[in-house]
C-alpha cells in the first residue's frame, strides 16, 4: 500500500498565511478526496491517505478514510516555517514512510524524503517584490521573508515532481519565467461549494430599478486585490448621479494593515462613509449567506492567479463585475461584465444601463450558471488523485 500525505499545516482559515482561497482549497481537496476513497473501494485497498493540519485549524473536518495529524506550526513566523518545511516535515514522512506528499503551497524542504506535488497558485512574491507600488507595503522583514519563500517558489518549480497550477495563465507563466518540462504541469481549476447552493436558480424576483445595488468585493485586504479602485470608481458613481443606488461591502482579511488603514483614510477623504461597510470575519458563515445579501459582486484585482469569489458569485446567482485580466478572461470568457483600467463617465453609464437591464442581466446569470457548472470540486479533486496515482505509477 502507498502512503499519500497532504500537508495542510500552512493552512489557518480566517489568517494571513495561509487563509482564504487557499484555506478552501485544502479543506475541499480532504473532504473531496476522502470521498473518492470512499466511492472507490479498490482505491482503499491501495493507497493510504494521511493529512497533516495545524493544531490552530479548528475546521470541523469529518474523515471516513483519512488518518490526521495535528502540528503545532507558527507560519507568522518565518523561523518557524522554515523548521516544519526543512527539518520536523522531511523527520515525519521519512519515519512514516510516506511515498508521495502534496503541499499546497508552493515551498518544498532541501531534503527530498519521497516524490512530491506542489500546488502553485500564482507569483505573488514575484509581483510584490517587482512592482513599485506594490513593494511599499511591505515592511522590511516582509521584504526579506518574500525574497526566501520566492527561492523557495522557483526551487519548487525545478525540483517538484508534479506542479498543480489553478489556470492556464500561471502555467504560462511559469513557462515564461523557468525553462522546465511543460509535461508535468498540470491545469487543475479551482471550485466552488456547490453542495451550498440553494436550487431556486433563476425563481426570485427580478431585481427593482429603486432599490439600491449592493456589490459585494470578496478578498482579503492584499494591495493588489483592488479595493482602493474600487472606493475611487464608487466616487465616480456618486459624482455623476448614482449615489443613491450604491452601497459597497468590504469582506476579507486585514492582511497588511497599512494598506488597510489606507482603504480607511481613502473612505474617509472621499466621503464614502455611508456608502461602505466592513464585514467581519465569521467561522460559521456559509457562502449562501456571503452572497445573499449582494446585488452583484465586483473584483477589480491587479493580479491573480485565478480569482475563486467569482466563480463563486455566479454560483450564487449574482453578476460578475472584473478587471479585465487574461485569467478573468479564461475562466469567465463572456459570462462577466469587464471593466477597464481606467472606468470613464460613459462606462459606468454603460455599467447601470446593464445592471437595470433585466432581460440582460437574466441572461448573464444564465451565462454564469452555466459557466460556474464546469468548476466542481470532485472533478477538482479527481483530477488531484489521478495526478498522485500517475506520479506513484511512475518508474523510480
Same mark, same amino acid.
Given at each position: 500500500?502507498?502512503?499519500?500525505?497532504?500537508?495542510?499545516?500552512?493552512?489557518?482559515?480566517?489568517?494571513?498565511? =495561509?487563509?482564504?482561497?487557499?484555506a +478552501?482549497? !485544502?479543506?475541499?481537496?480532504?473532504? !473531496?478526496?476522502?470521498?473518492?476513497? +470512499?466511492?472507490?473501494?479498490?482505491?482503499?485497498?491501495? *493507497?493510504?491517505?494521511?493529512?497533516l493540519?495545524?493544531?490552530?485549524?479548528?475546521?470541523?473536518?469529518?474523515?471516513?478514510?483519512?488518518?490526521?495529524?495535528?502540528?503545532k506550526?507558527?507560519?507568522? %513566523?518565518?523561523?518557524?516555517?522554515?523548521?516544519?518545511?526543512h527539518?520536523?516535515?522531511?523527520?515525519?514522512?521519512?519515519?512514516s514512510?510516506?511515498?508521495?506528499?502534496?503541499?499546497?503551497? %508552493?515551498?518544498?524542504?532541501?531534503?527530498?524524503?519521497?516524490? +512530491?506535488?506542489?500546488?502553485?497558485?500564482?507569483?505573488?512574491?514575484?509581483?510584490?517584490?517587482?512592482?513599485?507600488?506594490? %513593494?511599499?507595503?511591505?515592511?522590511?522583514?516582509?521584504?526579506?521573508?518574500?525574497?526566501?519563500?520566492?527561492?523557495?517558489? *522557483?526551487?519548487?518549480?525545478? =525540483?517538484?515532481?508534479?506542479?498543480?497550477?489553478?489556470s492556464?495563465?500561471?502555467?504560462?507563466?511559469?513557462?515564461?519565467?523557468?525553462?522546465?518540462?511543460?509535461?508535468?504541469?498540470?491545469?487543475?481549476?479551482?471550485?466552488?461549494?456547490?453542495?451550498?447552493?440553494?436550487?431556486?436558480?433563476?425563481?426570485?424576483?427580478?431585481?427593482?430599478?429603486?432599490?439600491?445595488?449592493?456589490?459585494?468585493? =470578496?478578498?482579503?485586504?492584499?494591495?493588489?486585490?483592488?479595493?482602493?479602485?474600487?472606493?475611487?470608481l464608487?466616487?465616480?458613481?456618486?459624482?455623476?448621479?448614482?449615489?443613491?443606488?450604491?452601497?459597497?461591502?468590504?469582506?476579507?482579511?486585514?492582511?497588511?494593515?497599512n494598506?488597510?488603514?489606507? =482603504?480607511?483614510?481613502l473612505?474617509?477623504?472621499?466621503?464614502?462613509?455611508?456608502?461602505?461597510?466592513?464585514?467581519?470575519?465569521?467561522?460559521?458563515?456559509?457562502?449562501?449567506?456571503?452572497?445573499?445579501? *449582494?446585488?452583484? +459582486?465586483?473584483l477589480?484585482?491587479d493580479?491573480?492567479?485565478?480569482?475563486?469569489?467569482?466563480?463563486e458569485?455566479?454560483?450564487?446567482?449574482?453578476p460578475?463585475?472584473? %478587471?479585465?485580466?487574461?485569467?478573468?478572461?479564461?475562466?469567465?470568457?463572456?459570462?462577466?461584465?469587464?471593466?477597464?483600467?481606467?472606468?470613464?463617465?460613459?462606462?459606468?453609464?454603460?455599467?447601470?444601463?446593464?445592471?437595470?437591464?433585466n432581460?440582460?442581466?437574466q441572461?448573464?446569470?444564465?451565462?454564469?450558471n452555466?459557466?460556474?457548472q464546469?468548476?466542481?470540486?470532485?472533478?477538482?479533486?479527481?483530477?488531484v488523485?489521478?495526478?498522485?496515482?500517475?506520479?506513484?505509477?511512475?518508474?523510480?
Open positions: 500500500m502507498k502512503t499519500i500525505c497532504l500537508d495542510l499545516t500552512n493552512i489557518i482559515p480566517g489568517v494571513g498565511g =495561509v487563509g482564504g482561497g487557499i +478552501t482549497y !485544502g479543506k475541499s481537496l480532504v473532504v !473531496g478526496l476522502d470521498g473518492l476513497l +470512499t466511492e472507490k473501494p479498490d482505491l482503499l485497498a491501495q *493507497y493510504n491517505l494521511i493529512v493540519l495545524n493544531e490552530r485549524n479548528n475546521q470541523n473536518f469529518q474523515f471516513e478514510n483519512v488518518k490526521f495529524y495535528n502540528f506550526v507558527n507560519n507568522q %513566523s518565518l523561523l518557524s516555517r522554515m523548521i516544519w518545511l527539518l520536523r516535515l522531511p523527520n515525519f514522512l521519512k519515519k514512510k510516506v511515498d508521495l506528499l502534496h503541499r499546497v503551497v %508552493s515551498e518544498l524542504s532541501f531534503k527530498k524524503v519521497c516524490k +512530491t506535488v506542489v500546488t502553485i497558485h500564482d507569483f505573488m512574491f514575484d509581483f510584490y517584490l517587482k512592482e513599485s507600488n506594490y %513593494s511599499k507595503y511591505l515592511k522590511f522583514k516582509e521584504v526579506v521573508k518574500f525574497q526566501i519563500l520566492n527561492k523557495l517558489l *522557483y526551487r519548487s518549480l525545478i =525540483v517538484g515532481d508534479n506542479l498543480l497550477v489553478t492556464k495563465a500561471v502555467k504560462d507563466e511559469i513557462l515564461r519565467k523557468v525553462a522546465i518540462d511543460a509535461a508535468k504541469i498540470k491545469v487543475i481549476p479551482l471550485a466552488y461549494e456547490n453542495n451550498s447552493v440553494k436550487s431556486n436558480f433563476l425563481e426570485k424576483p427580478e431585481n427593482q430599478s429603486n432599490e439600491k445595488f449592493k456589490f459585494g468585493v =470578496v478578498a482579503a485586504f492584499h494591495p493588489h486585490k483592488g479595493h482602493l479602485k474600487v472606493l475611487k464608487a466616487k465616480k458613481m456618486i459624482e455623476i448621479g448614482y449615489g443613491d443606488q450604491i452601497h459597497f461591502y468590504f469582506r476579507g482579511s486585514p492582511i497588511y494593515e494598506y488597510y488603514l489606507e =482603504v480607511q483614510e473612505i474617509k477623504d472621499l466621503e464614502l462613509e455611508d456608502h461602505v461597510t466592513f464585514e467581519q470575519y465569521d467561522p460559521n458563515i456559509t457562502l449562501n449567506d456571503i452572497y445573499n445579501k *449582494y446585488t452583484a +459582486t465586483i477589480l484585482s493580479y491573480e492567479g485565478f480569482g475563486l469569489p467569482v466563480i458569485a455566479q454560483a450564487f446567482q449574482k460578475v463585475i472584473c %478587471s479585465g485580466l487574461p485569467v478573468f478572461k479564461e475562466i469567465l470568457g463572456d459570462s462577466a461584465i469587464f471593466l477597464s483600467q481606467s472606468v470613464s463617465e460613459e462606462e459606468i453609464h454603460l455599467l447601470f444601463e446593464k445592471l437595470n437591464d432581460i440582460f442581466i441572461n448573464l446569470l444564465v451565462k454564469g452555466e459557466n460556474a464546469r468548476f466542481s470540486w470532485k472533478h477538482t479533486c479527481e483530477q488523485l489521478a495526478s498522485y496515482i500517475g506520479l506513484l505509477e511512475m518508474e523510480s
